[in-house]
């Protein structure tokens, strides 16, 4: 798989979302979402604001390192400042103009990305990125900040559905070779061993990372679980899981697939929602 399947699947994915979304009301995009603060419309404004610069960081990786400094400078004054930083050109827009504005965003990035070779490397939040792993991770957060929309949507009745593909090995790829930073991200010792993990793809296929015995530590179940979690969508007590060993139990509970400050995913769902 190259640069351009990978930027296939993204606006794939991107699309898939925008299914969801495109007939949202204003009513609708201001309803809560699980991410704490966050409204649909700050999902939507988020995706919005990280595209355009991801565009920015391939187009003009001179110009970009002037943006990194400047989100810095409003997370020092805290979460609301950051919020507004990266979210108030949308956040309060009508829902027709804020989904205008995030497909816009969109087509920007899909065009500077439609140049970039595997062995590219973009400037980012943090090391430098291969192309591909850049774009990977743009359809994690598509496809993560999708999750907490559809959520939303769904817990106020709405008829959301957004039926999981293939396109989830990018995100179960990542989540399998983020385990060491989800440690050394809480400033912890990374354990010793290695743990198996085995998923079922939404297509039936298997997909298997990380080598080891019959005594291995193990994570098994449906992949679209496992992407559920190590992006902190889920807690793992809400999935079909099948996890083994102590060292398993231990990454799933502080598992984190996508770069920032280390965070703690959802608490287990109350059994009347589960």
């Known amino acids: 798989m ?16 925008d299914e969801v979304v495109a007939g949202l009301t204003d009513e609708q995009a201001a309803l809560p979402t699980p991410s704490p603060r966050w409204t649909i419309a700050d ?23 002037a ?8 997370a020092v004054r805290g979460d609301e400042a950051a919020d507004e930083f990266t979210l ?19 087509a920007e990035l899909a065009e500077a990305a439609a140049g970039l070779a595997d062995d590219d490397r973009i400037a980012w939040y943090g090391p430098s990125m ?6 990977t991770a743009r359809l994690m957060e598509c496809w993560a900040h999708g999750q907490d929309i559809v959520d939303a949507l769904q ?18 790829q990542l989540g399998a ?4 930073w989800s440690y050394v991200n809480r400033k912890l010792e990374v354990p010793e061993g290695e743990v198996v993990v085995e998923l079922t793809a939404p297509s039936g296929e298997t997909w298997t990372y990380g080598v080891g015995g019959p005594d291995a530590d193990r994570i098994a ?18 999935t079909a899981l099948v996890v083994d060993g102590e060292a398993a139990h231990d990454w799933m509970a502080r598992a984190q697939a996508f770069a920032g400050p280390p965070t703690d995913g959802p608490a287990p769902r109350p059994a009347e929602e589960a």
Do not use: M
């Open 2 to 17: 190259d640069v351009s399947d990978v930027l296939a699947d993204l606006l794939a994915e991107q699309a898939a979302l």
């Open 43 to 65: 999902q939507l404004a988020h995706l919005t604001y990280f595209d355009r610069n991801a565009a920015l960081a391939v187009r003009d990786p001179d110009a970009f390192p």
């Open 67 to 74: 943006t990194v400094g400047a989100l810095i400078d409003a």
């Open 88 to 106: 108030g050109a949308w956040r309060s827009l009508p829902a027709t103009e804020l989904l205008a504005a995030w497909r816009e965003g969109r």
């Open 130 to 135: 291969g192309a591909k792993s850049f774009l």
């Open 155 to 172: 817990a106020a009745g709405v008829s959301a559905e957004r039926p999981a593909t293939d396109r989830l090995r990018h995100i179960a």
């Open 177 to 180: 070779i983020t385990r060491k």
């Open 221 to 238: 179940g449906p992949a679209e679980d496992f992407c559920l979690v190590v992006t902190q969508r889920r807690h793992l007590d809400d």
